[in-house]
């Protein structure tokens, strides 16, 4: 059927007659939109090779250069603020009970070494050749072959809640600004970049701590990967072990305080 608008027999204008509907217009840009998306496949797929790519090769290593200045960086921090620590206590014009709500203060923020029991998981990429180890379970993609960021705070959390009294991720303490976060398969924390295998250490109860992973829902869909495709894990109890105290910045940008 067609509309009167468009039919040549109602005496409508030519100038009517040839006027675009909205449908038009559209088809014409999806036809266009669907060559540039094309061009830019066939311009991408001629011979881009992403483990070879100069410009992405450039980039982990900047990564990799800034996380190292990083750590540099940070060595000379907890330096300096040793001995601003040593002057400050030459100088001391404070009370005793002042010096005491100081240092419960510095052990509270994790910004004082820790010392006691401590039980440290290890995390690890699965080997790259693995295969299901169980029935019923589907080849495994690569994706289910590596370390996830909920994977990493998982273990965190549990063991916050296992009653943690303070934790290390590799080789850094953890702080309450502290965020766990993954790019690809490489841990960022704290301006610096780790690959697996993952250790975090926590000091606690290690009866409570590794309760908690257990009890832990997320670690124990991580187990069923650990039990299939071949994840790392490892809990291990260290006996008497000291954290380090944490030595980068503590300045807030975004936060207020409540009142």
Not at 54 to 60: E, F, G, I, T
Not at 103 to 131: F, H, W, Y
Request: glycine content about 10%.
């Amino acid at each position: 059927m067609s509309n009167s608008a468009d039919s040549p027999g109602t005496g409508t204008s030519p100038a009517r007659i040839r006027r675009f509907r909205p449908v038009r217009i559209l088809t014409v840009a999806v036809f266009a939109l669907a060559g540039l998306i094309f061009f830019t496949s066939f311009n991408t797929a001629k011979g881009t090779n992403i483990r070879t790519d100069a410009s992405l090769l450039k980039l982990s290593d900047l990564i990799q250069t800034r996380s190292q200045k990083n750590g540099r960086l940070e060595d000379a921090n907890g330096v300096l603020r040793d001995e601003v620590d040593g002057l400050r206590k030459e100088d001391d014009t404070g009370t005793g009970a002042d010096d005491k709500k100081l240092t419960s203060l510095e052990r509270t923020a994790g910004a004082q070494q820790l010392k006691g029991k401590a039980v440290t998981v290890t995390l690890n990429d699965a080997p790259p050749n693995a295969t299901a180890k169980l029935p019923g379970y589907p080849e495994p993609q690569p994706d289910y072959l590596v370390i996830h960021q909920q994977d990493l705070q998982a273990v965190v959390n549990a063991l916050w809640q296992g009653g943690a009294k303070g934790i290390k991720v590799m080789d850094q303490r953890l702080i309450s600004t502290s965020a766990v976060r993954c790019v690809g398969n490489t841990l960022i924390l704290q301006g610096r970049v780790y690959s697996p295998p993952y250790k975090i250490t926590a000091v606690g109860d290690p009866g409570k701590l590794r309760a908690a992973l257990t009890a832990s829902e997320a670690i124990q869909n991580y187990m069923v990967y650990v039990d299939v495709y071949g994840l790392g894990w490892k809990v291990t109890d260290d006996g008497t072990v000291t954290l380090p105290g944490y030595s980068g910045t503590v300045d807030l940008h975004y936060a207020k305080p409540v009142e």
